[in-house]
């Protein structure tokens, strides 16, 4: 199956910092990725969806200000997570969307994720 | 309102012994795909089985079958001789057809730990 990519895969940053995470497809060319956080034991919340080449659609509730999305390629999409507090420590996965097998039941594949924790 | 439910928060079961995983759904799509993944400890999403709408009989893959109840909406996964390695979280996701573009929706999810 298809490869999606996260890194960093763990990071620790201070209180006020900026971290970015990026998402990248490796053997296809992803039009769409999603974004999603998950709080331990808690179900994965879809945060955004990252269309290449255009402005990312943000569900209700979330700040797309402190949650920065940019998809400038086919194969990669960018959250930067700007001035982190603490209650932004989550772990942040993304998915991919191969348009080849749209509509399939494997359209879609996870990253890794990135675990991050702000101090 | 929840479009996908999972009211199992956690499940014991005994090793090599089967369980099931309730998941129920709300969607007035006619058009809709159902999915189950597995999230063990180090976070990977694991695709599991999948289940159409329009699927006329019960998804099965390996230890995994989705028992699809359209007319109740639910979609409850079977897991089959339980293994130790079974062991995880596991999530029951929706997708709904029209424009949405793909999007998956995810239940609370149920921890089933698998006992020796």
């Known amino acids: 199956g298809a490869v999606v990519s996260q890194h960093p895969s763990r990071v620790i940053c201070k209180s006020g910092t900026s971290v970015k995470i990026e998402c990248r497809s490796l053997d296809f060319q992803a039009t769409t990725m999603f974004w999603y956080r998950q709080f331990p034991k808690q179900s994965l919340m879809l945060m955004a969806t990252?269309?290449?080449?255009?402005?990312?659609?943000?569900e209700q509730g979330v700040e797309k200000d402190k949650f920065l999305i940019n998809h400038a390629s086919l194969t990669l999409s960018t959250l930067t997570v700007t001035s982190a507090h603490p209650e932004d420590s989550s772990f942040y996965i993304c998915?991919?969307?191969?348009?080849?097998?749209?509509?399939?039941?494997?359209?879609?594949?996870f990253g890794p994720g990135t675990r991050l924790t702000v101090l | 309102a929840q479009k996908i439910t999972q009211t199992q928060p956690g499940m014991f079961v005994q090793e090599k012994e089967a369980v099931t995983l309730d998941c129920t759904y709300d969607t007035s799509d006619p058009s809709y795909g159902l999915f189950w993944y597995k999230q063990p400890s180090s976070g990977e999403m694991i695709f599991l089985i999948y289940?159409?709408?329009?699927?006329?009989q019960n998804a099965t893959e390996g230890r995994y079958s989705l028992n699809f109840q359209k007319a109740r909406k639910s979609a409850n996964l079977v897991i089959s001789a339980s293994q130790l390695g079974d062991s995880a979280m596991y999530f029951c996701?929706?997708?709904?057809?029209?424009?949405?573009?793909?999007?998956?929706?995810f239940g609370q999810g149920t921890e089933l730990s698998v006992k020796p």
């Open positions: 998915s991919a969307r191969d348009p080849g097998l749209a509509g399939a039941y494997n359209e879609q594949f």
């Open positions: 996701a929706m997708r709904e057809g029209g424009n949405q573009g793909g999007k998956l929706i």
């Open positions: 990252s269309n290449e080449g255009s402005k990312a659609t943000y």
């Open positions: 289940q159409g709408s329009y699927d006329q």
